[in-house]
C-alpha cells in the first residue's frame, strides 16, 4: 500500500503561487498514478490534475488549465502541485491521492488518500 502525506497549503493573495507536495512511501509509488482533487465543507470532492506513473500524461480539471501543473519526482517518491495565478475560487482542502490504473478525473477509481493541506486564497 501507499502512504500519503501532502504538505505546502497556507495563505496566499489572488494572483499567487503555491507549491504543493506529496509525500509518498511504499514500495509501488512509482507504478501508481497519482491525483490532486480539492473539496470544500458540504461540497462534492473535485478533480484538480492528474498524472501517470512514469509522467507521460497528464489531465487537468479545465478550471485549472493553464494555472496549475502536476509533476513527479519518482526518485524522492514526491508528487507537486504548482499553482500559479490563484483565485479565491481555488480556496479548499487540497488532497493527494493514488491509484493502481491510468488518471482518471473521478474520486472514486483512488484507493489510497493523505490528509489533506489547507490552500487560502485572499482576494
Known amino acids: 500500500q501507499v502512504q500519503l502525506v501532502e504538505s505546502g497549503g497556507g495563505l496566499v493573495q489572488a494572483g499567487g503561487s503555491l507549491r504543493l507536495s506529496c509525500a509518498a512511501s511504499?514500495?509501488?509509488?512509482?507504478?501508481?498514478?497519482m491525483g490532486w482533487f480539492r473539496q470544500n465543507p458540504g461540497k462534492e470532492r473535485d478533480f484538480v490534475a492528474a498524472?501517470?506513473?512514469?509522467?507521460?500524461?497528464?489531465i487537468y480539471a479545465d478550471s485549472v488549465k493553464g494555472r496549475f501543473t502536476i509533476s513527479r519526482d519518482n526518485a524522492e517518491n514526491t508528487v507537486y502541485l504548482q499553482m500559479n495565478s490563484l483565485k479565491p475560487e481555488d480556496m479548499a482542502v487540497y488532497y493527494c491521492?493514488?491509484?493502481?490504473?491510468?488518471?482518471?478525473?473521478?474520486?472514486?477509481?483512488?484507493?489510497?488518500w493523505g490528509q489533506g493541506t489547507q490552500v487560502t486564497v485572499s482576494s
Open positions: 498524472i501517470d506513473w512514469n509522467g507521460s500524461s497528464t
Open positions: 511504499g514500495r509501488f509509488f512509482r507504478t501508481y498514478t
Open positions: 491521492a493514488a491509484r493502481d490504473g491510468r488518471p482518471s478525473p473521478s474520486y472514486i477509481w483512488y484507493g489510497y
